[in-house]
């Protein structure tokens, strides 16, 4: 397989389509809350509401698109859902009655949710002997697609509302057309011939049979990760709020996301480096990570500088760039032949339902503590979250622990 820098070409393609795509996606979300209240002219708790609904229908489209990569193979599951996603932005720019925007903002959330377990369980499939790199590279798209995304989406914005929705639709048909001529048939046919789980569980027959305990297991990573995002979406709700409340300007807390973005770009040959040196398991990976995202967090105890805030962002930035492409790396490791898509799909829920619990749990918490209790609570869903990491393999066989951990070195 031809490569590029040390990744092959189809990571390439898969890493360039997940940019596009999320670009698209990202057109939105930052607007969504503006839109709805100024356009729409409906209450902020009304869009709060309706943004939790449209996350439930992106896990349901994550359980779904994670079961028909494993039925249809992942083409037709990405296809499925772009042309699902470029039908509906299309009716939005169309249509601005409240009762039809929030049905095609519920049905572009399940669109959204078909494709990106089928994406992270390619990018295994197709380079299987990439461990963890694949998934890193994945995330990087997806964050670059992101930053694009949202710093284009406010210049269309000033333009007009409904050209967002069609410069969204372009976005998905450019995605469309990488699907289909990105890879050859040949390519393809290898991403349904190959299962994750079957080539990293380094073909232990006793393991793969042993489905159960590779799914007790998944679900252990599951709640680890809910539990951790539960804190890491104050950064979008409760500490934007503080944040703006003790006066310090938007601009400054859009900033903060800016050197999110930059740093999970330029900051890779350092991942690579600890990854590949000093934390040669996933395992190792998520503890530390875990241990990070603590101090990051320790640091917004009582802080009331600018200063604070940043530095306390690049030290988060640094957890999850260690953490977020790990998970599904362990899912991918876990899952047994067959169940690569189940298997993301189930992750990538886990990771919405996270999102949906931190929306609810942060403002509850906001409205009725203080700043200083909210973090110490964040922190603690931090400490569970490691511990529960630390134990997830625990109900696997001792032998294929010991060569499940070797399987993990990228």
């Known amino acids: 397989m031809k490569k ?89 720019s169309v249509f601005n009655q409240w009762t039809i925007y929030v049905i095609l903002m519920l049905i572009l959330g399940f669109s959204n949710g078909l494709v990106f377990p089928s994406m992270y369980a390619m990018a295994g499939s197709v380079w299987p002997e990439g ?12 964050n670059f697609g992101v930053a694009l995304g949202s710093t284009l989406g406010g210049l269309i914005a000033q333009i007009s509302f409904s050209l967002i929705f069609i410069v969204n639709a372009l976005t998905f048909i450019l995605f469309l057309l990488l699907v289909l001529f990105g890879f050859n048939k040949d390519q393809w046919q290898e991403v349904s011939d190959n299962t994750i789980g079957h080539r990293d569980l380094i073909g232990n027959e006793s393991m793969i049979k042993n489905q159960l305990s590779h799914f007790i297991a998944l679900m252990v990573i599951s709640l680890a990760f809910i539990l951790s995002w539960i804190p890491y979406v104050q950064w979008q709700t409760s500490l934007s709020a503080y944040i703006s409340s003790i006066g310090i300007p938007l601009s400054k807390y859009t900033l903060l996301w800016t050197i999110n973005g930059a740093l999970i770009v330029l900051g890779q040959p350092l991942v690579n480096y600890i990854t590949k040196f000093l934390l040669r398991t996933i395992k190792k990976q998520l503890l530390i990570g875990m241990i990070i995202f603590v101090f990051s967090f320790l640091l917004l105890y009582q802080n009331k500088s600018y200063f604070g805030f940043v530095l306390a962002m690049v030290i988060m930035t640094l957890a999850e760039m260690l953490v977020w492409p790990a998970v599904p790396s362990a899912a991918a490791n876990l899952a047994p032949e067959g169940k690569a898509g189940f298997y993301q799909g189930v992750i990538s829920s886990a990771g919405a339902g996270g999102r949906m619990l931190g929306f609810l749990i942060g403002g509850w918490l906001y409205d009725h503590t203080t700043m200083d209790v909210l973090i110490i609570i964040m922190i603690s869903f931090f400490v569970i979250s490691g511990l529960i990491f630390s134990n997830y393999d625990r109900g696997l066989k001792m032998k294929g622990r010991k060569r499940y951990a070797q399987c993990m070195d990228p």
């Open 131 to 142: 461990g963890r790199r694949a998934f890193n590279m994945i995330y990087v798209a997806q």
């Open 4 to 92: 590029i820098f040390n990744y092959p070409i189809s990571i390439w393609i898969l890493a360039i389509g997940m940019t596009i795509n999320v670009t698209g996606n990202s057109f939105l979300w930052p607007l969504n809350t503006i839109y709805i209240t100024k356009v729409l002219h409906q209450s902020m708790s009304i869009a709060g509401i309706v943004l939790m609904l449209q996350q439930a229908t992106g896990i349901l489209g994550n359980l779904i698109g994670g079961w028909l990569f494993d039925k249809w193979g992942g083409k037709k599951t990405i296809i499925t859902g772009i042309l699902l996603s470029v039908i509906t932005v299309l009716a939005l």
